[in-house]
């Protein structure tokens, strides 16, 4: 309470006197985190850490059963002294002990029946005396004691400055309907402002569509008025200033040779090695004294697997088999 009562006189004295200084004499606003500076070693969480260790031990258990497995011959040893160990509380002659959900249960009864009886007896006797020692029975709220200022909540703050408005409003409608006789006062500049664009003796603005549309127009007119003057005087020359009028594609020319397309060059292609196949085999069989030429190094290859003194595995496998299944 004391605790509390301190910290709102400390929140009272920096809002009545918000010309003081903020002072700080935490030590931990200047301080640095050993584990979280640059230069630190990268550091595995809890989970990262358990996994890991759960990971070594795992292994170590592989290993103990892989010796195990492989070693027979070897005598088990236990160095557990849990294996020679009785449970002291499990023996035979121990005496029984409750579970812990049982002393809790145990533990809230004689709590019920203390206050039971604490009742009972402040029932039976109503002289005695009243008694508590609790601090908080003898604590006061400082912003809700008898003497506090009463304080409005936001939302009241609003509405008590919106009905002041209001009413100031209200007063000067009152005040302009009671007085005709009063000017009118109005100081605002908006008021004697005008319009460069909207005054009445403005020139008359068109928008951007119509003036687009107008261009337009014209462009129309001007190339109606050039094609009827070429229809109405045929002896006016033709007069060009484009300089693509009198350029020639160096491909497109009357005197250019010919130029067959990708597909055709492939196609023509294809026919000549056709025929060169089919020129070779005419030869081979108009001319069979000729000998046969073979130039490919792949011919003189031979296969590794299948030469004649290869080994097939699966008989070696089953040789192999068989001597284990022998012995």
């Known amino acids: 309470i004391l605790a509390d009562a ?19 004499v ?3 606003v200047f301080g640095r985190n050993y584990f979280e500076r640059p230069s630190s070693v990268e550091l595995e969480t809890v989970e990262e850490s358990e996994e890991h260790a759960q990971i070594l031990a795992d292994a170590i258990a ?23 160990g009785r449970n002291y509380f499990e023996r035979p002659s121990a005496v029984d002990i409750e579970s812990f959900e049982e002393a809790e249960e145990r533990n809230q009864i004689l709590a019920d029946a203390a206050a039971l009886k604490k009742l009972a007896i402040a029932y039976m006797h109503p ?22 200022v009463e304080v409005e909540s936001t939302e009241e703050a609003e509405e008590r400055a919106q009905i002041l408005t209001d009413a100031a409003a209200l007063k000067k409608l009152a005040l302009d309907y009671m007085h005709p006789e009063i000017k ?15 005054r009445p003796s403005a020139v008359e603005m068109e928008s951007s569509d119509e003036a687009d549309e107008r261009a337009q127009i014209l462009a129309d007119a001007l190339a109606l008025k050039k094609v009827a003057s070429d229809y109405m005087h045929p002896e006016v020359k033709v007069t060009s200033v484009d300089p693509c009028s ?25 026919i000549l090695a056709d025929a060169l196949a089919l020129k070779q085999l005419a030869v081979d069989y108009m001319h069979p004294e000729n000998k046969v030429t073979i130039v490919e190094p792949c011919v003189f290859g031979r296969n590794y697997f299948k030469r004649p003194s290869f080994v097939e595995l699966e008989t070696v496998e089953e040789r192999v088999q068989t001597l284990a299944d022998a012995t």
């Open 184 to 198: 009118v006062t109005n100081v605002d500049p908006s008021t004697f402002g005008r319009n460069f664009f909207g």
């Open 62 to 84: 592989l290993k103990k059963l892989a010796t195990d497995y492989m070693h027979p011959e070897y005598k088990v040893v236990a160095v557990d002294p849990c294996a020679f």
């Open 127 to 148: 002289e005695i005396k009243v008694t508590t020692c609790d601090p908080c029975a003898f604590g006061r709220n400082y912003f809700e004691r008898p003497s506090s």
């Open 26 to 28: 935490e030590p931990c």
């Open 246 to 270: 009198f350029g020639r594609n160096f491909f497109s020319r009357p005197s250019a040779v010919v130029m067959e397309s990708w597909d055709e060059a492939e196609e023509r292609a294809h």
């Open 6 to 24: 301190l910290a709102l006189k400390q929140l009272a004295v920096d809002y009545m006197h918000p010309e003081n200084k903020v002072t700080i």
